[in-house]
């Protein structure tokens, strides 16, 4: 089956980075994308970026644009999205999620918690 | 931006009883070429991350009941549960995938048990 296996939670100081992994399996890895979204405490979700898994071709939500990146390693048939410059904004559950080439977002990690606090 | 409005932001439902929730995008997302709107439905129970539920407006993913159904094209869509179960409380997103630059949730509706 389908599983998602994200990495477990973070607590970082305003200003580091923090890096958080998914790893997937139960599919071929380079048949789908993955996508971050995140879920700030009691809020509503917000998309962050897409990388295709087949060749490395990213997009990125425009108000995180320069502070995050989406990688994956096809060896490992892991993600990993890389958050710098935290803000005390930025503390919210990070889901990872199985996307379709038409960005169907069909099977989602745990989710990490990232806590940014000082 | 693709900004996506559901209504209401909550509503409260006897068991048995029927739920809509609406959604209504900025643009169409509607695309012509293939006649397909792009838009999905995901429910999230509290402490779960968010279930796929309906994609392409309409279709139903494998393995959700059939209480639940999408309608709707263009700029309004429309997330039916026909007959309320206590299992169904949680909150529903709609998303469009229609941007080829930025996919975008609505803010949600919390469906509760009256």
């Known amino acids: 089956q389908v599983q998602l296996v994200q990495s477990g939670a973070e607590v970082k100081k305003p200003g580091a980075s923090v890096k958080v992994s998914c790893k997937t399996s139960?599919?071929?890895?380079?048949?789908?994308?993955i996508s971050w979204v995140r879920q700030a405490p009691g809020q509503g979700l917000e998309w962050m970026g897409w990388?295709?898994?087949?060749?490395?071709?990213?997009k990125y939500a425009q108000k995180l644009q320069g502070r995050v990146s989406v990688t994956t390693d096809t060896s490992t048939t892991t993600a990993y999205m890389e958050l710098r410059s935290l803000r005390s904004d930025d503390t919210a559950v990070y889901y990872c999620?199985?996307?379709?080439?038409?960005?169907?977002?069909?099977?989602w990690g745990q989710g990490t918690l990232v806590t940014v606090s000082s | 931006d693709i900004v996506m409005t559901q209504s209401p932001d909550s509503l409260a439902v006897s068991l048995g009883e029927r739920a809509t929730i609406n959604c209504k995008s900025s643009?169409?997302?509607?695309?012509?070429?293939?006649?397909?709107?792009?838009l999905a439905w995901y429910q999230q129970k509290p402490g779960q991350p968010p279930k796929l539920l309906i994609f392409?407006?309409?279709t139903r993913e494998p393995g959700v009941p059939d209480r639940f159904s999408g309608s709707g094209s263009g700029t309004d869509f429309t997330l039916t549960i026909s007959s309320l179960q206590a299992e169904d409380v949680a909150v529903y997103y709609c998303?469009?995938?229609?941007?080829?630059?930025?996919?975008?949730f609505g803010q949600g509706t919390k469906v509760e048990i009256k």
């Open positions: 999620a199985r996307t379709t080439i038409s960005g169907v977002l069909s099977h």
């Open positions: 139960g599919y071929t890895f380079t048949t789908y994308g």
């Open positions: 990388i295709s898994a087949s060749n490395g071709n990213t």
């Open positions: 643009q169409s997302v509607l695309n012509s070429s293939n006649n397909k709107n792009y």
């Open positions: 392409w407006a309409s």
């Open positions: 998303q469009q995938y229609y941007s080829t630059s930025l996919w975008t």
